[in-house]
């Protein structure tokens, strides 16, 4: 099995985004579906997690209707707003740019300066 690894900042929320982007879904179900795609190597602690739901939902990026889960129980359902949309595809672009830069400079040698 893989070694866990830390999330650097700023990259839950756009992994919240994401999750979100592919249904709605609840705040658990957000949180098993992240860790699903990860392959299980990320470790997300619950308070982190569930302070950046709020973080987002007051941001606007993010909308929670009450519904109810698969087990019955009455759960809050989150889904992206438009603005979410806009941010999800702004910061994968930063994302997807950043770790470009940072491989690049990983790969040089010496001999390539």
Request: hydrophobic share 40%; aromatic share 8%.
């Amino acid at each position: 099995m893989a070694k866990p690894v830390e999330l650097p900042q700023g990259a839950l929320e756009m992994l919240i985004l994401k999750s979100i982007s592919l249904g709605p879904l609840h705040g658990y179900g957000i949180l098993l579906r992240i860790q699903q795609i990860s392959g299980e190597r990320l470790e997300i602690l619950q308070g982190s997690f569930y302070t950046a739901i709020y973080r987002l939902e007051r941001q606007g990026w993010i909308k929670g209707e009450w519904g109810e889960s698969d087990n019955k129980r009455r759960a809050r359902f989150y889904s992206l707003t438009a603005a979410g949309k806009r941010q999800l595809k702004a910061e994968t672009e930063r994302w997807i740019d950043m770790a470009a830069v940072v491989a690049g400079i990983l790969n040089k040698t010496a001999e390539e300066l």
